[in-house]
């Protein structure tokens, strides 16, 4: 699992990133991500433990988020 910071989250447009902590392309993580793991939500700066797929876009999503 990647360990990233939250860089930026809106509920109301139901997306944000986060960065990784080991470098590259920060991943983006939708609304639907949050709340399949149960948060009421992301706030900036908030270290989140996460794995990366890739969505049908092919950009770099996180799934599976957990506090850290």
Same mark, same amino acid.
């Given at each position: 699992?990647?360990?990233?910071?939250?860089?930026?989250?809106?509920? +109301? @447009?139901?997306? &944000?990133?986060?960065?990784?902590?080991?470098? &590259?392309?920060?991943?983006?993580?939708?609304?639907?991500?949050?709340?399949?793991? &149960?948060?009421?939500?992301?706030?900036?700066?908030? @270290?989140?433990?996460?794995?990366? +797929?890739?969505?049908?876009?092919?950009?770099?999503?996180?799934? &599976?988020?957990?506090?850290?």
């Amino acid at each position: 699992m990647a360990i990233g910071t939250v860089k930026f989250f809106n509920y +109301d @447009r139901g997306f &944000g990133f986060i960065s990784n902590d080991a470098g &590259g392309p920060d991943a983006f993580v939708h609304v639907k991500a949050v709340e399949a793991a &149960g948060l009421p939500g992301l706030n900036k700066s908030q @270290r989140i433990s996460y794995a990366l +797929d890739a969505d049908a876009r092919g950009r770099t999503i996180a799934t &599976g988020l957990q506090h850290v």
